[in-house]
């Protein structure tokens, strides 16, 4: 079942006499209980599109629909109650100053006309299932920033979304925190089976939680997937350089040119084999290692090395055959700064 479906999205901006695309022409399915991930760099447009999700930006053109429900179809009160329906937690947390711990988590019920007992109740049932009932009586100034980022998590629980939008949620956090509260996220996701959208500019926070990811830039949408498959063959420039953190370029292995490098991506049981040194010890052709990461994606090892070749074209030929023959993907990576 799609949880939802973006079709053609466009949001204009007027500033100052020129109309801004903040958005050009996205589509998107997100399938019902998915943690997917929208991701992109600063000024991408991925906060304009989670606040396109639940209508709080109106597209300038094309359909947001909310399991099968064409939003701009609906009446203001219709779209109210559907928001009821889309939790959404921020990067900044957006508690209230003045209420506790338990009062903010009480508030949005509060707003639906619930009674002050029940919704108590839901509240402590809430602060509980986000590890943070102690806290209750506690005001967000005495919190954390992790704590503060559970409140938040507890307060768009409060009204049983469907579905939960995180903007940039973890980017205030140091990693430590970050890593809680994906763990907090994920298990919320396996328990109530709520859809979960994640916007972000990391893609540790994709590659540790998500399963499915799109990748935005300058307003586009310019590669869609599954994230074990883009971390492992990335198409687009956009991803490439969210992945390695700098601009680069990857070109056929058929016009490998002496000096260069390769990135190699290995998955499962590979990832903790010597596959490197037995290729050394069989070659006996000396390799150097930029760079080395083993990632956990989708509950699957997944390795990542960028390797500097010798000159010699024929030691760069015999390499790369090796590294095939072990089922390795392997891609040229060059430099274009």
Known sequence: MIAVEIKHLTKNFDIEGHTIAALNDVSLTIEKGDIFGVIGMS???????????????????????IEGVDLGTLSERELRRMRSRIGMIFQNFNLLEQRNVLDNVCFSL????????????????????VKIEEKAKAYPSQLSGGQKQRVA????????????????????LDPQTTASILDLIK???EKLGITVVIITHQM???????????????????????VEEIFSDPKSD?????????KISFQPLEKLEEGRRIRIVFRENSAYEPILSNLILKLQIPVNILKADTKNIGGKAVGEMILGLPEDGGQQAD??????????????????E
């Open 110 to 129: 509060e707003i639906n006309g619930t009674k002050r007992r029940e919704a108590k109740k839901r509240a402590l049932e809430l602060l509980k299932l």
């Open 153 to 172: 998590i507890a307060r768009a629980l409060a009204t049983d979304p469907q579905i939960l939008l995180c903007d940039e949620a973890t980017s205030a």
């Open 187 to 189: 298990e919320i996701n």
């Open 43 to 65: 000024g991408a447009g991925k906060s304009t599109l989670v606040r396109s999700i639940n209508f709080l930006e109106r597209p300038t053109d094309g359909n947001i629909y």
């Open 238 to 246: 956009a991803a490439r350089e969210l992945l390695l953190g700098k």
């Open 204 to 226: 540790s926070v994709v590659t540790d939680v998500c399963k499915k990811v799109a990748i935005i830039d300058s307003g586009r949408l310019v590669e869609t997937g599954r």
């Open 319 to 336: 390499i790369i055959r090796e590294l095939k023959k072990t089922g390795i993907y392997v891609t040229e990576v060059s430099e274009i």
